[in-house]
């Protein structure tokens, strides 16, 4: 699984680069402020998959909430963005959110935070 590096988004703009997605996965570092942006150049849609790591947390004031992993259809040809996840739910032990691939023909992933305030 390959780590990502996050990208930060300025006032002075941001071309992401990203990373080819990985065949065995990819993940990042989550502090809770990051999203991921994954453009699919490839002729057909690809589903990218955000593990969640627990099933269930307690909200205060909510009580339990359910958590599943996350399915991202990314159609042929188009950009998407997602997040952030939250920490609780998708941090595995070491701090990392979790990416898999249906395929990864075509496809580049960026990892972004706001950088400035």
């Keep these: 699984m390959a ?3 996050a990208e930060a988004v300025t006032e002075d703009g941001l071309t ?3 990373s080819a997605a990985a065949g065995g996965g990819d ?15 490839d ?3 690809t589903t990218v ?13 909510y009580g339990d909430l359910d958590k599943a ?3 991202l259809v990314v159609a042929a040809g188009t ?3 997602a997040g952030p996840f939250p920490k609780t739910a998708f941090n595995n032990a070491g ?7 249906s395929k990864v023909t075509s496809l580049n992933v960026a990892v972004l935070y706001h950088g400035s305030i």
Excluded at 95 to 101: I, N, P
């Design 3 to 5: 780590t990502l590096t």
């Design 79 to 81: 950009v998407m963005k």
């Design 95 to 101: 701090g990392y959110v979790q990416l898999t691939y």
């Design 43 to 45: 002729a057909t849609a």
């Design 49 to 61: 998959t955000v593990t969640a790591q627990a099933t269930q947390v307690t909200i205060p004031g």
């Design 27 to 41: 993940q990042y570092y989550n502090s809770g402020i990051e999203w991921i942006e994954i453009t699919n150049d």
């Design 69 to 71: 992993d996350r399915t």
């Design 16 to 18: 992401a680069t990203g």
